[in-house]
């Protein structure tokens, strides 16, 4: 059965039946959250880190950044 199968058989199903399966796909979306980062978003993220640590005056405070984004739409 494929999914445009499954797709036509669900709307014959009661509303007992439609909110079963809705909580068991629920389910299985919250066991496929893979929440925080990637290996190699971990990895950049870590390098960042180190660049900042080595030199922490190089960026710009958040205010200023905004500000400039506002000024440069």
């Given at each position: 059965?494929?999914?445009?199968?499954?797709?036509?058989?669900?709307?014959?199903?009661?509303?007992?039946?439609?909110?079963?399966?809705?909580?068991?796909?629920?389910?299985?979306?919250?066991?496929?959250?893979?929440?925080?980062?990637?290996?190699?978003?971990?990895?950049?993220?870590?390098?960042?880190?180190?660049d900042y640590r080595a030199n922490?005056?190089?960026?710009?405070?958040?205010?200023?950044?905004?500000?400039?984004?506002?000024?440069?739409?």
């Open positions: 059965m494929g999914k445009a199968d499954i797709l036509d058989a669900v709307s014959d199903l009661s509303l007992a039946d439609r909110s079963e399966i809705l909580a068991r796909l629920l389910q299985l979306e919250a066991a496929d959250d893979q929440s925080g980062p990637s290996a190699s978003e971990r990895q950049l993220l870590d390098e960042e880190l180190d922490p005056d190089a960026g710009s405070p958040w205010k200023a950044v905004e500000a400039r984004l506002r000024r440069n739409p």
